[in-house]
């Protein structure tokens, strides 16, 4: 009996050993294998044999202990080292590596969880494991905002996508700050040619056009369905305003030449005029004999001047010039004039022109007045709004009025009216040593961005998807989840690197990279094997003597009981 015992005992020990090797080659045939967690089996002792519990000590004996005979020994557990592996850079932008706790979630028809992070884009563009499971994460909202609600796939559409943003905010920076500066007082005047009213009579606003005629030639000025075209100038550059076109019917009248042509210079007559100014806008003017003149006159400022450009066009037959205009007052008033572009909702941009006049001086400070205009404003006027900005007498910035551009684009098939709020507070009043007589703006930040394709995208510490666009703009396209566990030895190994949870894992607390006990992320990196190739191979000649000893202990037991035999021959 006790021979056939230490057979079995051997034997035990070949069992144990061989799963030790069994576990060992496995782990040496993964230490390549990416984010691969090695285990290690843990022995223990198989039941013992009793012959004796023992006895507690008395006045005569001193006790004894209890005599026991192992019968063996067997493969315990297989314990799972969750450690991290190195994290090795491989430049892919796919490339996901976790240092830290966590898992990735992936789903196909079931729900796993992965430590590897070899992941790709699929021709859908939905970022996938080798494998084909989705990878798992948090989507954004129209307005690239993470939604954290539920989990969902993440998809990089790579030259597939175009953002765009309208500008709502505009912030210009500049001194206005120059000397011997010229108060704003007037603006341009200019006069049409004498007209007057067919039949005779007083030239009325509300008088036809169709009525008018020349009054040096009595000939008539404006016809039934003809159009008028006008493409006026402003400011010393002069700027051009259009072109605008008038309709004429039997209908129109003067007073709606007058706003037609006060809209097509773009001035703003809900401007303040300064007292004893000409204020901006159009009116009649009797010229005596019968005979009248239209004067338009502008916003206050040299920069504000208006020319006539190609004039009024007729397109009834080949007259042009039904009406001639001269200038009678001339603009004056120090200011400068900046053009810049800004955005509508599809990302087209648009010219907006800002003029800025001197228009006072006190004992608190210095105001300046801008006028906003567009051209590309799809109403017949140009003018977009004005206000002022004010300085303390240290030329610091104190506060503006009316900040709000207001850009008409109807029937263009963007988000109108496109409403711009114009920050003014980064420009200075003050005078600058050597540029005393140097006044400028010029836009230093807008919140609006032209059209933009997906080009590129990366990957943050916290997980979140970052696409870069061609219009140099970064949007956030999703973020990746982290799952993390109680206890990552309860997991069961589900095969291709992927595990499930286990009876003893505790639940999946599914998260962000850097929350909730989750580690970050590396963008462009996988996790190597924890696998510690010295170690295994210690563990593997230490294994293999244990596998050597106990088939010495079958073969010298098996000796044993064939010399047994022998002696009852």
Request: one cysteine or more.
């Amino acid at each position: 009996m006790p021979l056939t015992t230490a057979l079995y005992t051997g034997m035990s020990g070949l069992n144990a050993n061989q799963t030790a090797l069994d576990v060992i080659g496995n782990n040496i045939a993964n230490v390549n294998t990416t984010a691969f967690k090695g285990s290690r089996a843990l022995f223990q002792p198989e039941f013992s044999e009793t012959y004796s519990f023992g006895t507690s000590p008395n006045g005569v004996y001193g006790g004894s202990n209890p005599s026991q005979k192992g019968l063996g020994v067997r493969a315990g557990r297989i314990q799972r080292n969750f450690a991290g592996g190195n994290i090795k850079v491989t430049g892919v932008s796919t490339d996901i590596a976790i240092e830290g706790n966590g898992l990735f979630v992936i789903q196909n028809s079931e729900r796993y969880f992965t430590r590897s992070g070899h992941f790709q884009r699929n021709s859908e563009s939905y970022l996938t494991t080798t494998d084909g499971s989705y990878v798992m994460g948090y989507g954004v909202d129209e307005n690239y905002n993470i939604v954290q609600s539920a989990l969902t796939t993440l998809r990089i559409p790579i030259n597939q996508i175009t953002v765009a943003k309208a500008t709502s905010r505009l912030a210009m920076e500049g001194q206005l700050g120059g000397t011997d500066l010229v108060e704003a007082t007037r603006g341009t005047t200019l006069q049409s040619n004498l007209m007057k009213l067919a039949g005779g009579g007083d030239v009325t606003e509300d008088t036809l056009l169709v009525d008018l005629l020349r009054a040096s030639d009595d000939a008539q000025l404006f016809f039934d369905g003809s159009t008028l075209s006008f493409q006026g100038l402003r400011g010393l550059t002069e700027r051009m305003q259009g072109p605008r076109t008038l309709d004429i019917d039997a209908t129109t009248t003067v007073e709606d030449l007058m706003d037609f042509m006060v809209n097509a210079f773009g001035i703003d007559t809900d401007a303040p005029t300064p007292d004893g100014a000409t204020p901006a806008g159009a009116t009649l003017t009797g010229a005596g004999g019968g005979a009248w003149t239209i004067d338009i006159t502008g916003n206050v400022g040299a920069e504000n001047t208006i020319r006539m450009g190609n004039g009024l066009r007729s397109s009834w037959e080949t007259m042009t010039g039904p009406l001639s205009f001269t200038e009678i007052e001339t603009a004056v008033g120090s200011g400068v004039h900046t053009s810049f572009e800004v955005y509508d909702s599809l990302g087209i941009p648009k010219t907006i022109d800002l003029t800025c006049v001197f228009e006072s001086d006190s004992n608190t400070g210095r105001v300046w007045r801008w006028f906003a205009n567009s051209i590309e404003d799809s109403d017949v006027s140009t003018a977009l709004g004005s206000g002022t900005v004010s300085y303390d007498t240290n030329g610091d910035y104190l506060d503006s009025t009316g900040t709000t551009i207001r850009l008409d684009l109807d029937d263009s098939g963007t988000l109108t009216p496109l409403e711009i709020t114009l920050d003014l507070s980064a420009t200075s009043g003050k005078v600058v040593a050597g540029e005393e007589d140097e006044i400028g703006l010029g836009v230093a930040d807008q919140d609006g961005e032209k059209a933009g394709s997906l080009v590129d995208f990366s990957i943050t510490d916290d997980g979140q998807i970052l696409g870069a666009f061609n219009n140099d703009t970064t949007r956030v396209l999703g973020q990746i989840a982290l799952a993390t566990f109680s206890n990552y030895a309860g997991l069961v190994d589900a095969g291709q690197n992927n595990y499930k949870e286990g009876p003893n894992s505790g639940g999946a607390i599914i998260g962000t990279p850097l929350s909730s006990g989750a580690g970050k992320v590396w963008g462009g990196a996988i996790e190597t094997s924890n696998v510690d190739i010295s170690r295994e191979f210690i563990d593997m000649i230490v294994a293999s003597t244990g596998f050597s000893a106990a088939s010495r202990v079958v073969t010298t037991s098996n000796q044993l009981l064939t010399e047994l035999l022998s002696t009852v021959r």
